[in-house]
């Protein structure tokens, strides 16, 4: 099958099922509203292709008193007593930035760019982004 394109969300409505069976097949499906056209793609889908193409850069640094993680460009950092600990805090600091990026920061100059990391972010379980972080993908 090909891909399927909707030039109205009335019509994509009447067809949803098509257009949800198109994303989870991993075709193109796209539906038009008024002057933008907007994509469905299948979670899990996207989530795999972003942890792949936006591998984290996480730097884990020991210290006396633990460990601690950040990610170089991004205003989050993370401290724990364990490494498992640190990367566990760096999780819920993700967590929390992605809720301000949706909240308030999607739209400041330099948060923009950040958009394919809340997505990431946003799909991915804790697991998922524990692995991501450390540089092992599941």
């Not at 499906?29 to 996207?46: F, H, I, K, P």
């Not at 795999?48 to 730097?59: D, F, G, I, Q, R």
């Not at 909240?103 to 991501?132: E, I, K």
Request: net charge negative; glycine share 6%.
């Amino acid at each position: 099958m090909s891909a399927v394109h909707f030039d109205s969300y009335t019509e994509a409505r009447t067809h949803l099922k098509d257009l949800l069976d198109a994303a989870a097949e991993g075709r193109v499906a796209t539906v038009r509203r008024e002057s933008g056209r907007a994509a469905v793609v299948d979670v899990e889908r996207l989530r795999h292709y972003l942890a792949t193409v936006c591998p984290s850069k996480a730097e884990v640094v020991a210290e006396a008193d633990g460990w601690s993680v950040f990610i170089p460009g991004l205003p989050v950092a993370a401290d724990g007593a364990s490494f498992d600990e640190a990367i566990a805090e760096m999780v819920q600091a993700l967590r929390e930035y992605a809720e301000d990026w949706q909240d308030r920061l999607r739209t400041a100059p330099n948060h923009l760019d950040h958009w394919g990391l809340v997505q990431l972010v946003s799909l991915s379980d804790d697991d998922q982004l524990a692995a991501w972080l450390v540089g092992v993908e599941r």
